[in-house]
């Protein structure tokens, strides 16, 4: 068949294919087409898979560009005929056609093509994985901990980082850039699942088990991530973020997560938020170096009061970016705009400059205070925890009064 | 016109429908069944519309007249009868009933609409048989011979838990020969009747069913009734010197090697800690609180050792004499063993963990809670 031939011959499918199809099927057709390519022009999309920002994600990415073109292909493929076959066929109360069976050239090929492809594509998959499960080059380890529904970080002593006791934190992971960071991860209760995708691919997170996961970054910069494991109610808002420093800023980090707790000033309202900490908050969170009135050290209790036996330790809470498993901003959406899109020489600084008053989300962190279930759905109904012997899956509503929560707000925003 | 196939989907969908506005009324938490609901109904409204305009399903093929003189009598509305009692049943007395009546209830179903579907597929009645036995068999037999086969090793696991040790290494071997004589006859006359080689097959289950009934009845061994009551595992010792009942059915083989958070090991008289992922041994390990945590204990060192870890103070109140220990059993040289720790409490000055060697109490790894 030469050129024009085949042209025709096209042009003749496509035109029988629209007529079949209608005009309403047409423009519905091209609506949902139109939707689809504009979705995928959105720019901000900081969960995009296809933009990787460091070494293990650009390993899958190249993978998975070449194997998603060729899926592609035989995917539109496969389509294009079924739909033609379903369309060009559908009964119109014509004879049935002479039914045939067994070609085995053809049968034989349609086997042989596939086969080839999919080993291809498996030489190369298996390549990436093995490059992906090494754990004998790694620099530094970071635990992680998932629960319904936040993830716990804690980074065990490494001199070399100047890490000389143990750090905890939550809602976001801060690693140095250009360090092989190990993530050994578990859970407290059900199955969880870590991704970032632009430092690479997801790792169950199962009780009980410790599952490793690679993580390097090229520049500095914030990278969201989700889990991707459905956890149960609040799933959807169990979210992550990788903060990636300079080697410069990521000590400087590290120097103020073991700084000693300072109290509030005497006669503040922070010093009365303290008070309400400790009646309150001191249950389920800890913050280290805190004190009680008869000078003992307030340890909290998560193991008696939530499912998972554990709540996030907010020794030094604002110098994070995100509260409740990075569901909400501690930063108004202006300052965090300034943090999100500085560039990445500027980014360190910004970021370590935690939470002032000025740039407080005090909206959000009041509702949370105010009424934390309402803002999160956690089964945190006190009515309904037989099943969990009276634990709560989440932070309760605490019954706070406004006095109070303004005295905690002052409080948290000591906790730099 | 709307074809068969589009009144089918259509029917699931307004049924979906119903089923969710049930569902809002009746539930207090419809997340989850309000999500998987939703989806059936996008899923099945979807394949109606495919199928009014596909006009799939709209011509029968096939016969379609039918004699009811084909339609044979059927066990299944008798049996769907009982998966609903159970079903109400189970509501009142307890879940397991409840799901038990649900298997039935399904199983009864399918088996129903397939037998009703078969016995109009055509105005041949061995035809219909063959049509039901090519769908159903595939799924009929399995399950059956996995529902017999787990009464018959249920059973023999009870024979064994009662007969005594040296009994029970017996009659594995007898169990092993008998098959092995049974496997050689069919192949050296393999024109044996069938249904002989059924009958010592029924036989032979029947027996062993009926020996697990009797064991059941009878009990335990002693030995394993002792165990229980001793609470061997329960009730660690965890000095240095071989215990009693603890050490007594000391672990040899470790399964467990994936998946450790830490190996500790015992090395000219040193303790350390290998953590993956750093290469220089370590004098400390991280746990992460209340979460289930393995660690491997490995014996390098001549003689037997168990690791113990010091879990702080324990949690009543009245008692503050003495830390909760938790152990590993001895371990000889060369050997390994797993230990599973579960810290609830941060490490604090009153909060302090450590693993060490039993009688060399100076060998110790810091256990870090934070």
């Known amino acids: ?416 | 016109m709307f074809s068969t196939g589009f009144k089918y989907f259509m029917g699931m969908t307004v049924l979906s429908v119903a089923a969710l506005i049930m569902t809002l009324f009746v539930f207090d938490q419809v997340a989850l069944a309000g999500v998987a609901l939703s989806m059936l109904i996008v899923a099945v409204a979807l394949l109606a519309g495919i199928a009014v305009v596909t006009r799939d399903g709209y011509r029968q093929s096939g016969v379609t007249e039918q004699s009811t003189d084909l339609v044979s009598q059927s066990i299944w509305p008798l049996v769907t009868g009982i998966g609903v009692v159970f079903l109400a049943l189970g509501l009142v007395i307890s879940s397991l009933v409840f799901f038990v009546g649900i298997v039935i209830l399904l199983a009864a179903l399918a088996e129903w609409m397939v037998q009703s579907w078969s016995e109009r597929a055509s105005k041949d009645a061995n035809y219909n048989a063959s049509a039901r036995k090519r769908l159903l068999n595939p799924i009929e037999f399995p399950v059956l011979a996995a529902l017999g086969l787990g009464i018959v090793i249920f059973s023999f696991s009870r024979i064994m838990l009662t007969v005594d040790k040296s009994v029970g290494a017996v009659l594995f071997i007898v169990a092993g020969a008998l098959v092995l004589i049974a496997g050689t006859l069919f192949a050296i006359k393999p024109n044996m009747r069938r249904s002989l080689g059924a009958a010592v097959c029924v036989l032979g289950a029947l027996g062993i069913v009926a020996g697990g009934v009797v064991s059941a009845v009878s009990g335990e061994r002693e030995d394993l009734e002792l165990a229980a009551a001793e609470g061997h595992f329960t009730h660690k010792e965890c000095g240095p010197e071989e215990s009693e009942y603890f050490d007594k059915l000391k672990e040899e083989t470790l399964s467990l090697r994936s998946s450790v958070s830490a190996t500790i090991i015992y090395q000219d008289g040193e303790l350390i800690a290998n953590l993956q992922g750093l290469d220089k041994p370590q004098k400390s390990i991280t746990v992460s609180r209340s979460s289930a945590t393995n660690i491997i204990f490995r014996n390098a060192t001549e003689g037997e050792f168990r690791l113990v870890v010091d879990l702080g103070k324990p949690k009543t109140e009245n008692d503050d004499s003495h830390n909760d220990v938790d152990c590993t059993q001895l371990v000889e040289t060369g050997g390994e063993q797993s230990l599973t720790l579960n810290i609830a409490k941060s490490s604090s000055a009153e909060n302090h963990y450590k693993l060490f060697i039993a009688g060399a109490e100076d060998k110790q790894i810091e256990v870090v809670v934070p």
């Open chain 1, 1 to 416: 068949m030469n050129h024009s031939a085949k042209h025709l011959y096209l042009k003749r499918l496509v035109t029988s294919v629209l007529r079949m199809v209608g005009k309403k099927s047409q423009t519905l057709f091209g609506v949902s087409l139109l939707s689809f390519i504009a979705a995928s022009c959105a720019t901000n999309a900081p969960q995009d898979t296809w933009q990787p920002k460091g070494p293990n994600a650009k390993l899958i990415d190249d993978l998975q560009q070449p194997v998603f073109a060729v899926a592609g292909v035989i995917g539109l493929i496969v389509a294009v005929a079924v739909i033609y076959s379903v369309l060009k066929y559908k009964d119109r109360g014509q004879p049935i056609p002479e039914q045939t069976h067994g070609k085995p050239a053809l049968e034989i090929t349609l086997t042989i093509i596939p086969a080839l492809i999919l080993a291809v594509v498996a030489v190369f998959t298996f390549g990436a994985i093995f490059k992906l499960a090494k754990t004998d080059d790694t620099e530094m380890i970071i635990n992680v901990t998932g629960q319904q529904w936040w993830w716990e970080y804690d980074y065990p002593v490494q001199n070399e980082f100047g890490i000389t006791q143990p750090i905890i934190s939550s809602g976001q992971l801060v690693m140095p850039v250009g360090t092989k960071v190990l993530l050994r991860e578990t859970s407290r209760d059900v199955i969880h699942s870590y991704w970032i995708p632009a430092l690479n691919g997801k790792r169950d997170a199962v009780p009980g088990r410790i599952q490793t996961l690679r993580l390097e970054a090229d520049k500095p910069g914030i990278f969201a991530g989700q889990c991707t494991e459905f956890c149960g109610l609040s799933h959807a808002n169990m979210r992550m973020e990788a903060v990636a420093l300079s080697k410069a800023d990521f000590a400087k980090w590290v120097a103020n997560q073991q700084a000693a707790y300072v109290a509030p000033e005497k006669d503040s309202l922070a010093q009365q938020g303290e008070a309400v900490f400790l009646n309150q908050c001191v249950r389920c969170h800890q913050v280290n170096g805190l004190m009680r009135a008869d000078g003992t050290p307030a340890i909290a209790a998560p193991d008696e009061n939530v499912w998972a036996g554990a709540a996030p330790n907010l020794t030094h809470l604002m110098s994070r970016n995100t509260f409740a498993g990075a569901s909400f901003d501690l930063l108004s959406k202006q300052c965090r705009d300034e943090v999100w899109n500085a560039s990445s020489d500027t980014i360190g600084a910004k970021y370590l400059a935690g939470v002032s008053q000025d740039c407080l989300n005090q909206k959000d962190l009041r509702s949370w205070l105010r009424n934390a279930p309402e803002m999160k759905p956690m089964y945190a109904n006190p009515t309904q925890l037989e099943a969990t012997g009276g634990k709560y899956r989440g932070m309760p509503y605490l019954a706070l009064s406004e006095d109070d929560i303004s005295k905690l707000v002052a409080y948290l925003l000591t906790l730099k």
